[in-house]
């Protein structure tokens, strides 16, 4: 196991692991970037803070899930093997994963995430521009009622639904919606090849 904690760096800081559990807690940088990469069965992040958004919080692993949480600043988290988890963050927010669902609570920012081969679970209050992308499993984005956003959503092997209010520009099919919520917005990309999309109001 790594753990590293209160760590300041001016430039960048990089934490490896090759077996365990890495773990990571309020690593501050105002320059440069800090990350963590390796082969751990999981690396966990907690309180990350890069308060200048100067540079990006950059997480990796070969070989097992992520979970961040509390990341301030730009983050950009990818692993060969597991899934991520990623929550109560500000800035924006990059994730890929090749083996594994993605679920994203409460990110402030930008959001792009894209698997190979699980889910994707997004419950967001804002909309800066979101793209979640699957070839394996279906699409679940909550927002709040008064968003506002210009949306396409398409899948190739389930239905497109929404229960918020939404208003179709173009053809209108099972599996494809494009339009807009609360008269437009910032976009929003879904796609999947394996399973349905649902965009729902946020609980």
Known sequence: MIIAEGIAAAGSWVAGGHRGIATIRRLRGSKGHAGASGQARRITVSGLDSPLRVGTVNVHTSGGGISAERVRGSASLSTSGGSI??????????????????????????????????????????????????????????????????????T????????????????????????????????????????????????
Request: glycine residues 20%.
């Open 156 to 203: 190739s092997g389930g239905e497109v639904t929404s229960n918020l209010p939404f208003t179709t520009t173009g053809a209108v099919s099972g599996n494809h919606l494009h339009g807009t919520i609360g008269g437009g917005g910032p976009a929003i990309y879904l796609h999947t090849s394996g399973g349905s999309i649902r965009i729902g109001p946020e609980s």
């Open 85 to 154: 988890d990623a929550s109560d963050s500000t800035g924006d927010l990059d994730v890929n994963t090749s083996g594994g669902g993605i679920r994203i609570v409460d990110d402030d920012g930008k959001v792009a995430a894209h698997t190979s081969g699980g889910s994707i679970r997004a419950e967001l209050h804002t909309n800066h521009g979101i793209n979640l992308d699957t070839c394996g499993g279906s699409i679940t984005l909550l927002l709040p009622q008064g968003t506002h956003a210009s949306i396409d959503a398409g």
